[in-house]
C-alpha cells in the first residue's frame, strides 16, 4: 500500500501560511504555522510558545519553524503567506533589519532561503491568515500544537514565571496538559 502524502517524507512543494504574536510587547508570545500543498489539503500544524517575546521576534519565529519544516520534509517550493508587512518587506529586501534580535532571525531564514529551488513571501490580510493566527493565539495560552506528534513535557519540570496582574506567567515555553496542577516555590521575589 502506498502510503498518504501525511506520512510521506517528501514534498514537493508547499505553501505555509504563518503568524506569530505577543501579548504586550514585549510579552507572551507565540507562533502559528499552517502548511498546505497544491490541493488546500493540510499538511501540518504547528503551534510553539515562545515566552516573554516581541511581536517581531514571533513573526520571524514563525517563519524560521515553517523553513526547517519544509527543510526536513525536502521541500523544493516554498509558497509563503503572513500577515506581517514587516516582516515580508524585510524578507524581500524592500526594508533593511536593524534590530539586533531580528537580525539573527533574519539571517538564519535567508540561510535556508537559499536551499530552496523556488521561494516567494506575501502579505495577505489577518482575514486570510486565520488558521495561522488561531494557532499562534493556542501558543499564547501556552499549548502547543504540532501535527508531527510533539512528545509532552517530562516531570517533574523546572520553569521561571513571573507574578504579573495576579496571575504566574512562565517565561519559558512549556507543554503543559490540559487542568495539569502546578505547586510553586518561590525562590526569590524582586
Not at 535567508?110 to 506575501?122: G, Q, T, V
Not at 509532552?152 to 521561571?160: C, D, K, R, T
Request: charged content about 25%.
Amino acid at each position: 500500500m502506498r502510503p498518504s502524502r501525511l506520512e510521506s517524507d517528501f514534498w514537493h512543494s508547499c505553501t505555509a501560511y504563518i503568524d506569530g504574536g505577543s501579548r504586550g510587547n514585549p510579552g507572551i508570545a507565540g507562533y502559528g504555522v499552517h502548511v498546505v500543498d497544491e490541493r488546500g489539503q493540510t499538511l501540518a500544524s504547528l503551534s510553539e510558545p515562545l515566552g516573554i517575546k516581541t511581536n517581531n521576534v514571533a513573526e520571524y519565529s514563525a517563519l524560521v519553524a515553517a523553513l526547517k519544516l519544509a527543510r526536513s520534509k525536502h521541500c523544493l517550493e516554498l509558497k509563503v503567506f503572513a500577515d506581517s508587512e514587516l516582516l515580508v518587506r524585510q524578507i524581500n529586501g524592500v526594508y533593511r533589519v536593524k534590530n539586533p534580535d531580528l537580525k539573527v532571525l533574519f539571517e538564519e531564514a535567508r540561510s535556508m532561503i537559499a536551499a530552496l529551488k523556488s521561494f516567494s513571501i506575501h502579505h495577505v490580510p489577518r482575514e486570510e491568515n486565520l488558521e495561522a493566527d488561531r494557532l499562534a493565539n493556542l501558543a499564547m495560552d501556552g499549548r502547543r500544537k504540532n501535527s508531527g506528534s510533539t512528545p509532552p513535557a517530562s516531570f517533574p519540570l523546572q520553569l521561571s514565571a513571573i507574578f504579573q496582574n495576579g496571575c504566574f506567567r512562565p517565561l519559558d515555553s512549556v507543554d503543559l496538559p490540559e487542568n495539569s496542577r502546578v505547586y510553586l516555590n518561590i525562590i526569590r521575589s524582586e
